[in-house]
């Protein structure tokens, strides 16, 4: 199989002194250089980041909104194969609650610990999704950020621990609506025993007596 080149297309000229990369986006907040760093085997560097979120992170019914701010806390450390990235990145969450529809808003640390491959050679690990590569001096985070957030998002985020969800009839939101909310008509066998209770206070005037 032959070198595909020359099929990226650059505007502008790179000046002298900027990071090479072939494609990245250099102005990406997930884009790290690491020219600073080397490649002696055992440094690192620490560095931390206030980094404009990248859009469409995220399903359903949660996402770290574009643009929002996210801390990014991390290491570089060279080894012998690339650059080994640990850390976190703490991000705010948006969403709706699965049950009731009520705006949640939360914020997420998730860990990091990636390493990054020097660029492999012509046609090595080109087909390789799994792996990640250096673009140059240039590590992009974005994608393991990505993975990392989708990761660990709940999959059903509630306004509260037990929100009661939304009324069957005429979709009220129960927590707000309170348990006596109902109606008329059957009333649900559990709804129906918690009626018969007596609710008015009797242990206190015995115990005051
Ligand atoms: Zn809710
Ligand atoms: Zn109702």
Redesign the pocket.
């Known amino acids: 199989m032959s070198n595909i080149k020359g099929k990226s297309v650059v505007n502008g000229a790179v000046g002298s002194g900027a990071p090479t990369s072939r494609n990245k986006d250099l102005n990406s907040d997930f884009v790290f250089d690491m020219r600073a760093l080397g490649r002696q085997p055992g440094t690192f560097r620490d560095e931390t980041r206030t980094a404009r979120a990248p859009a469409g992170v995220g399903s359903g019914l949660v996402l770290v909104l574009a643009d929002a701010d996210v801390t990014l806390d991390l290491r570089f450390e060279a080894v012998s194969e690339g650059v080994l990235v640990t850390g976190s990145a703490v991000a705010p969450l948006t969403g709706e609650?699965?049950?009731?529809?009520?705006p949640?808003s939360s914020t997420m640390e998730v860990s990091l610990q990636e390493l990054y491959l020097y660029q492999p050679g012509p046609g090595e690990g080109e087909d390789d999704d799994e792996e990640r590569f250096l673009d140059g001096d240039l590590l992009d985070l974005e994608p393991a950020f990505r993975d990392a957030v989708v990761l660990a998002m709940p999959l059903s985020p509630?306004?509260?621990e037990d929100?009661?969800?939304l009324c069957p009839e005429c979709g009220a939101?129960l927590?707000e609506a309170g348990p006596g909310h109902g109606h008329g008509g059957d009333v649900d066998p559990r709804w129906a025993a918690l009626r018969r209770l007596d609710v008015s206070d009797r242990s206190n005037d015995r115990q005051e007596s």
């Open positions: 609650c699965a049950r009731c529809l009520e949640v509630l306004c509260q929100c009661p969800g939101r927590a």
